[in-house]
């Protein structure tokens, strides 16, 4: 059985940083495309940052600010979020791919205070 599960979210003041670890199991996900996702209150769940093959892909409100990584060694994907805004609030999910986002892990709220 696959499963993503997330790690690393909290509360955190603006200005902050916060890292977020995605653990996969079930299958290896070295060809994968993996990902972050984002879903505030009320909105769209938007893909924040990915890697695949050599590309990384980062969306213009976290550029600078956020780093993705992964370690396909030990199927691991990590969100290190740095400079952190009220506006960063959101539930983050990890997902994996090859063509679409096939998997899903359950989410963690990441909340910023002013």
């Known amino acids: 059985q696959v499963q993503l599960e997330e790690s690393g979210g909290g509360l955190v003041q603006a200005g902050g940083s916060l890292r977020l670890s995605c653990a996969a199991s079930g299958r290896t996900f070295s060809g994968y495309r993996m990902g972050w996702f984002r879903q505030a209150p009320g909105k769209e769940r938007d893909l924040v940052a990915a890697?695949?093959?050599?590309?990384?892909y980062y969306a213009d409100s976290v550029k600078g600010r956020f780093t993705i990584s992964r370690d396909n060694a030990k199927n691991t994907v990590a969100l290190q979020m740095n400079s952190l805004k009220p506006e960063d609030t959101a539930v983050y999910y990890c997902?994996?791919?090859?063509?679409?986002?096939?998997?899903w892990g359950q989410g963690t709220q990441v909340t910023v205070s002013s």
């Open positions: 997902a994996a791919g090859l063509v679409k986002w096939d998997y």
């Open positions: 890697m695949g093959g050599r590309s990384t």
